[in-house]
């Protein structure tokens, strides 16, 4: 069974800060991962999603990269802002039939960001 | 266009009763899921459906449990007999599945949920 870990469980940063968060996975055999932003009362927002076959992907201030092999997945956020504060999700899918299956999520990491 | 919409966005029912939630995909994605975020569980998959095909009810946790997708859209999951612990906020998600295209494929977008408070 798939286990999903993020490290650390929350985080308080002063604001201006580069910072990672990290997350990792027990069967490496993932079709993708995908990393989520969650605000208090409200869904999740998607922020990048990275195919088995890619290392890395980026948008904005926000670089995710993937080590299959390892089962790691790393979320950088650059020159951080209040505004990121919330709690970051990182998810993985198995192959399964046409690759669309349930994602299985970490338990995430709450993010402050001191202003 | 419009994201995914749920409704109700609180209920509060008695134990015993049994609760509908609804979920409106974005229009055009075949693909919808149901996952369960209970406190200090995380978030947990229920069921997904994708087109016309049967479901994959693997992650229910009951046979109290069902969904249906009526016409490749509209999904409605029902709770039977709800218990305590059945407390929680229920979230769906759906999106565009295959390759090729320019649309971004295999990215889930979520509703803001529907949380049930079972007293």
């Known amino acids: 069974k798939q286990e999903v870990t993020q490290i650390p469980a929350a985080l308080s940063v002063p604001e201006g800060e580069n910072l990672v968060l990290n997350c990792s996975f027990t069967?490496?055999?993932?079709?993708?991962l995908q990393w989520f932003r969650q605000d208090p009362g409200k869904g999740l927002t998607s922020l990048l999603l990275?195919?088995?076959?890619?290392r890395e992907q980026t948008s904005g201030r926000l670089n995710a990269s993937l080590d299959k092999s390892s089962g790691r997945s790393t979320l950088y956020i650059a020159a951080s802002q209040p505004g990121d504060s919330a709690t970051y999700l990182c998810?993985?899918?198995?192959?399964?039939?046409?690759?669309?299956?349930?994602?299985?999520f970490g338990k995430g990491t709450h993010l402050i960001i001191q202003p | 266009g419009a994201g995914v919409s749920q409704s109700p966005s609180n209920k509060v029912t008695e134990k015993g009763k049994d609760v509908e939630l609804r979920c409106d995909p974005i229009?055009?994605?075949?693909?919808l899921y149901w996952y369960r975020q209970s406190l200090g569980q995380g978030l947990e998959f229920l069921i997904y459906?994708?087109?016309?095909?049967?479901?994959?009810k693997s992650g229910l946790p009951s046979d109290r449990f069902s969904a249906e997708r009526t016409g490749g859209s509209v999904s409605t999951l029902t709770i039977q007999r709800t218990q305590q612990e059945d407390s929680a906020v229920y979230l769906c998600?759906?999106?565009?599945?295959?390759?090729?295209?320019?649309?971004?494929?295999?990215?889930?977008?979520f509703g803001a949920g529907t949380r049930l408070s079972v007293l």
């Open positions: 998600a759906s999106s565009l599945q295959g390759t090729g295209g320019s649309r971004p494929k295999n990215i889930q977008y």
């Open positions: 069967d490496s055999a993932i079709y993708n």
């Open positions: 990275i195919q088995s076959s890619q």
């Open positions: 998810a993985v899918r198995l192959p399964s039939g046409g690759g669309a299956d349930g994602l299985t």
């Open positions: 229009s055009g994605h075949t693909a």
């Open positions: 459906f994708q087109g016309n095909s049967a479901p994959d």
